[in-house]
């Protein structure tokens, strides 16, 4: 699992792609009329997020994360989506497309706080008023991992809702009952938080 040696990095990642996904060329999307809502709510402070808390069984790690993220990064496009201004029509705003690349600290966050521990709507208000720009480079949900043991999923409501988090858990779970430690090699996750944990490059060879 999640073990290569030299260049067999790329072709590890690639393989992990779904035959359906095609990312070239780069496509741009126009938001709709619901998500245009959406995007004001957040852009003018009154819905900042929302927010889906689970409690692992497992200790939660950053090989672990790292590992299970990466093959969700790739299996499913819309973890990499972006919304950034749309050039060739400004009166529209923004539109949604593809990150370059995105890297393991962009979207993770690891928190220890005694202040956390066994009390889980804390750690809801706590959170609650976390903002997402638009315009950058990064995508529009995170997760924070606190204590070991929780995972926080938090996104901006214009591309997930409260059963897409559920889902998101759901997925994450698998990926890491999937893990193991004695097959994963650190050098997968040789950068720390700084490591790529997703390249649009790697999707569009491989339809070359």
């Keep these: 699992m999640f073990k290569y040696q030299g ?4 072709q590890y990642l690639m393989s992990l792609l779904p035959t359906s996904v095609r990312y070239e060329p780069r496509q741009f999307r126009d938001v709709t009329y619901l998500e245009k809502y959406f995007f004001w709510r957040n852009h003018l402070g009154f819905y900042p997020n929302y927010r889906v808390l689970v409690e692992y069984s497992n200790e939660l790690t ?9 093959k969700m990064m790739y299996k499913y496009n819309v973890f990499s989506m972006i919304m950034i201004p749309n050039e060739k029509n400004l009166e ?13 600290g962009d979207i993770v ?27 950058t480079t990064k995508p529009l949900w ?12 938090y996104s901006d409501h214009i591309i997930f809702d409260g059963t897409s988090g559920k889902t998101f858990h759901q997925e994450l779970s698998k990926e890491l009952k999937n893990y193991s430690a004695e ?6 996750f040789d950068n720390g938080m700084d490591s790529l944990i997703f390249d649009r490059k790697l999707t569009n060879e491989r339809f070359h």
């Design 7 to 10: 260049n067999s990095r790329k």
């Design 62 to 70: 950053q090989e672990s994360i790292y590992s299970a993220l990466t």
């Design 92 to 104: 529209e705003g923004h539109h949604f497309t593809t990150a370059e690349t995105v890297r393991f």
């Design 109 to 135: 966050e690891f928190i220890d706080d005694e202040k956390f521990e066994d009390k889980p709507n804390l750690i809801l208000d706590e959170y609650q008023n976390e903002k997402f720009v638009y315009g």
């Design 142 to 153: 995170r997760i924070k991992v606190i204590n070991s043991k929780y995972i926080l999923f």
């Design 183 to 188: 097959n994963y090699n650190n050098s997968n």
